[in-house]
């Protein structure tokens, strides 16, 4: 379900839902975030992130999660247009020129 005012409310609306209805509008790029995940370091939602690139709708950047450089390749396989790797940054398990010139 959609998190709002900063993640604090939850809507009655799935994240692909609202990636329809905002498609509709003419929205061509989304961030999906999933929030359970996010600044955890354990692994993408790659089933929720599958199923928003399937709609064929905006580019999905993927965010929640990441942790390494597999992961990554497998968020770009699922067909995301690119990656939030906030936290992996900063601790460092992951190498943004090594991410660059693997996945670029």
């Known amino acids: 379900m ?50 928003l690139v399937r709609l064929n709708g905006p580019s999905v950047i993927a965010s929640g999660g990441i942790a390494q450089l597999d992961q990554l390749r497998r968020v770009a396989e699922l067909g995301a247009e690119g990656a939030i790797v906030g936290k992996a940054l900063y601790v460092g398990s992951i190498n943004l020129a090594d991410a660059i010139k693997e996945l670029v």
């Not at 609202?18 to 929205?27: F, H, K, Q, T």
């Not at 692994?43 to 599958?50: I, K, V």
Request: hydrophobic share 45%.
């Open 2 to 51: 959609v998190a709002t005012a900063g993640w604090t409310e939850t809507a009655t609306l799935s994240a692909v839902e609202l990636v329809e209805r905002v498609a509709a509008l003419g929205v061509q790029r989304v961030i999906y975030t999933d929030i359970s995940r996010d600044g955890t370091l354990t692994e993408p939602n790659y089933a929720a992130l599958g199923e």
